[in-house]
């Protein structure tokens, strides 16, 4: 209707290629590009349609307490790894993502200003209730890198983050720029797109080397699927509290199964980014996670 | 090849809207196209209105269609996008993806992106077979010109082919290939029609109603399917419900009695629903009896206005003293009326009253108001847009003011949420006993469905009721309206606004 609606549009690019990956891993790598949790409808829709700062914040206020967690998840990874080869290749990946890649920005406060950028209110990010899929999300990857098998959290980490955030971001990106963010504030997905190619790439040759039998291939998976599948359900939980925003009683008849879906909302907030500090916190301490966590009978297989 | 045909949810993930609460409608256009080649080919549709939001990634990775076709009307336009969009993100470049519709119709250049190769315009059943062969045959996406109806990208360059003929007669359409939606069995209504099918026994109108764009899609020609062919239809349904997809049913008697004809000698026992204008009705009263005898239950007409003024303007070519009688007689059949009435963006609070009261007045069952609006291919289209303050098409749900109000918006909304509760009167004094008495049949066939609806109307009625919610749609969009000086703000709001 518009010219912008005849804007060029370009196909979201597929996960990099790492050079030369063994059969298996390039099977995983195709499983995770063709993930439900890497090409939820939402994303789509963020790309299609019409959704202005203020969705955009309502978006923004659930991602960014997951945003400071993902070197939590390193740090408790790097004390499990086996060998110092490996231990090396995570540390790697981890200074860049306390910020050397982004001047010294750390990624958190490069969030922060894509928030303001969308109008937040100071203390909102802290006071905003969090849906039950963000819990959930950080929960399940507290447990992986600090219960599982180190390839479970490698799997995770590896082709269930740095595989799946470019091709993720790059949906974004192109309606965050349509509605009116710039290069500077829309920075810190920019960057996610540019950055994690690399890190998969690092990831990539790890897991080729540790990935010798079916037994440790099958762990990789197993992490990379487990992450998946809460991250489709974080982009759900979010699409919901879009719709809430402007349309409350939308997502109230879902959750008492008036419109029939199969799968009505649980809950109630579990509680704010305050709260989530504090339950990381004590999870550091040894006590268990406040929000229950799924099993691995709701793994998302992608049949090949 | 394997095909993927799909119907979009027009909205995100739980959000209320008419389909979920009042009328849901398997996707008749898929149907239609698919039995045009499954004989030959591996044909899937999936009802996104019914899935989880995982489903379609699943189906997308795990079938692996060469094809994904997807239906469209203007609210769905950007959720029907983000289809193509998810099957070219999971399948690459190589999946080919095709839209079709009234909105790609009636405006293709706004759906020229990268992720959509091809675009159906008009009718589709011609069109799809030849592009289906001509992929098969493994020739060129980028040679497609021979097709005629299409419209596709060459490198930088877009192509219209040659205009699909619509000479075809429908009864030499292959039958819709309605087992394909065996799954979602059960799950399509109209209000407490709950199991319904859908049948299309005739494709376009002669009337030209300025705010409808049937006629133009059509060209405004009519063809009809023949009474045989529909009863061979219903026959074939196990539902015990059936909604006819006419945009106009009611026209030549004669075709109506042949079905009726047809309806008796084989002893079709279904309760179906219609689409038609009041005067036909008023005109023909003993077949209206004839046509309630042979299972029709509900009559579904655009009462548009209380107004005859705006009545001439809209070109409906329609008289309110029709409306009235048709109700009345309706009702005296034991026929259920769905009434569209609309309110107008310049209505002042008592216009509002008025129309509230004369649709009291009538006594009509499930009386709908909306909103008048210029949807695109329209007339009213191309007088009004210059007035339009969105294109943003999910606002062409005929539930929002797309022009300005002469009301501020808050009052215009506060005034239009409140028809729902206004005209329950209406719907108290037709669905009488005396009503529900004089059809115990129809009365047994609803009744699972009628405790469901009541739940959904409760749903809503939240969603309809709640003048916050029109204006939280607006927010960031369409600009609150208007302060101080209205005349001065107007004109600024809309330069402002239709540019985006
Ligand atoms: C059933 C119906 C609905 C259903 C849902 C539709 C569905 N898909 O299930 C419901 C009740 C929900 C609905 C709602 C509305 N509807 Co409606 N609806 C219809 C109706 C009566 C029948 C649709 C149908 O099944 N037709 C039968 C098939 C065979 O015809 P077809 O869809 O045109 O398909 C053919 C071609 O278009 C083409 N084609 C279509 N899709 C595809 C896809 C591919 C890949 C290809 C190759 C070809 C192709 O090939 C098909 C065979 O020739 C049509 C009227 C009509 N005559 O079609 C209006 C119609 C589609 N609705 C219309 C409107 C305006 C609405 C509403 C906005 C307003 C309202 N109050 O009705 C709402 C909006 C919904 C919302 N989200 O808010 C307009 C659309 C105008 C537009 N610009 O898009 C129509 C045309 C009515 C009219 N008189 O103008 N509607
Ligand atoms: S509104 Fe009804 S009568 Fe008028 S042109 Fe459209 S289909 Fe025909
Ligand atoms: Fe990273």
Redesign the pocket.
């Known amino acids: 209707m518009s010219a912008i609606l005849a804007e060029k549009d370009l196909i979201p690019q597929s996960t990099p290629d790492a050079p030369l990956l063994p059969t298996w891993l390039s099977e995983l790598r195709d499983e995770v590009s063709a993930h439900p949790g890497v090409n939820h409808l939402l994303l789509s829709r963020l790309r299609t349609g019409r959704y202005t700062k203020g969705d955009y914040k309502v978006f923004g206020l659930q991602h960014y307490p997951m945003v400071g967690t993902f070197t939590r998840y390193m740090e408790l990874l790097l004390l499990r790894a086996p060998s110092s080869e490996q231990k090396l290749w995570l540390a790697k990946v981890l200074v860049d993502e306390y910020g050397e890649g982004s001047d010294g920005d750390d990624h958190a406060k490069l969030y922060l200003r894509y928030l303001n950028s969308m109008g937040l209110v100071s203390g909102e990010e802290e006071t905003t209730p969090l849906c039950s899929a963000v819990w959930e999300f950080i929960g399940i990857h507290l447990r992986i890198c600090s219960e599982e098998p180190f390839l479970v959290g490698l799997g995770a980490l590896g082709p269930g983050h740095e595989w799946a955030i470019p091709k993720m971001f790059n949906q974004i990106i192109p309606g965050l720029e349509r509605a009116g963010m710039g290069y500077e504030e829309r920075m810190y997905f920019d960057l996610h797109t540019e950055q994690d190619i690399e890190h998969a790439n690092w990831m990539s040759q790890a897991l080729a080397q540790l990935g010798q039998d079916e037994e440790a291939r099958a762990l990789v998976r197993r992490g990379a699927l487990l992450s998946l599948g809460a991250r489709f359900r974080f982009w759900t939980g979010v699409e919901r509290c879009v719709v809430a925003r402007r349309q409350p009683h939308s997502v109230d008849a879902v959750r008492r199964g008036i419109l029939g879906s199969r799968r009505p909302d649980r809950e109630e907030s579990p509680g704010n980014r305050r709260d989530l500090r504090t339950a990381i916190q004590d999870h550091w301490a040894g006590k268990s996670w406040p929000v229950p966590l799924p099993s691995d009978s709701t793994l998302i297989e992608v049949s090949q | 090849m394997r095909i993927l ?1 799909v ?1 979009p949810a ?1 909205f995100e993930c739980g959000r209320i ?3 979920n609460a009042l ?8 149907t ?2 698919a039995a045009c080649v499954e004989g030959d080919h591996e044909v899937r549709i999936i009802d996104m209105r019914l899935e989880e939001a995982d489903t379609l990634p699943r189906v997308l990775s795990s079938f692996k269609p060469d094809l994904v ?8 336009a950007y959720q029907a996008q983000a289809v193509l969009h998810c099957a070219k993100s999971i399948l690459g470049e190589e999946v080919f993806t ?6 790609p ?2 405006v293709p250049e706004e759906h020229d992106f990268e992720y959509i190769d091809a675009i ?1 315009i ?4 011609d ?2 077979k030849e592009l289906i062969d001509h992929l098969e045959s493994g020739n060129s996406r980028q040679s497609l010109e021979e097709i005629d109806g299409l419209a596709f990208r060459r490198g930088a360059e877009r192509v219209h082919t040659g205009k699909r003929s619509q000479a075809r007669e429908l009864d030499t359409f292959p039958t819709p290939a309605r087992h394909l939606l065996d799954e979602y069995k059960g799950q399509y209504f109209f209000a407490s029609a709950m199991n319904m099918a ?1 049948i ?1 026994t005739s ?1 376009g109108c002669a009337f030209d109603c300025n705010f ?3 006629w133009e ?1 059509y060209e405004r020609k009519v063809r009809f399917l023949s009474s045989k062919a529909i009863a061979d239809q219903m026959e074939m349904c196990d539902e015990p419900f059936i909604f006819f ?3 106009n049913f009611l026209t030549r008697p004669q075709r109506l009695v042949e079905l009726c004809d047809e309806i008796e000698t084989r002893g079709i026992k279904k309760f179906w629903m219609i ?1 038609g204008r009041t005067d036909f009705v008023v005109e023909n009263a003993d077949l209206m009896r004839r046509m309630r005898d042979c299972g029709l239950m509900m009559v579904l007409s655009g009462f548009e206005t209380n107004d005859a003024g705006t009545l001439e303007a809209l070109r409906k070519d329609n008289t309110r003293e029709n409306y009235i009688k048709a109700a009345e007689l309706l009702n005296e059949l034991s026929i259920i009326t769905t009434g ?1 009435f609309m309110a107008h963006p310049d209505f002042e609070a008592q216009d509002f009253d008025d129309l509230y009261a004369a649709i009291n007045e009538m006594k009509i069952t499930i009386p709908l108001v ?1 909103i008048n609006m210029p ?3 329209t007339q009213s289209w191309r007088e009004n847009q210059h007035k339009l303050l969105t294109k943003d098409a999910r606002f ?4 929002h003011a797309v022009t300005p109000t002469k009301l501020p918006r808050r009052e215009f909304y506060e005034r239009y949420a409140a028809w729902n509760e206004a005209t329950e009167a209406s719907i108290d004094s037709s669905l009488s006993w005396r009503f529900m008495a004089r059809r115990p049949r129809l009365m047994m066939a609803m009744r699972s469905g009628l405790k469901l609806f009541s739940q959904r109307r409760e749903v809503l009625r939240m969603a309809l009721n709640d003048p916050e919610n029109y204006l939280r749609d607006e927010e960031g969009i369409i600009p609150e309206f208007p302060p101080s000086d209205p005349q001065e703000t107007r004109q600024e709001l809309v330069t402002e606004v239709v540019g985006v």
């Open positions: 045909l119907q027009p809207g008419l389909e009328w849901m409608s398997e996707p008749g256009a898929l239609a196209i076709g997807v239906t469209c009307m203007t609210t769905d095709l839209l079709g519709g009234h909105h119709t009636l159906c008009g009718e589709g059943e069109t799809f859908a299309q494709r409808c764009a049937i899609f997809l006419d945009d689409q569209i909306v949807l695109p291919g062409f749900d005929l539930l």
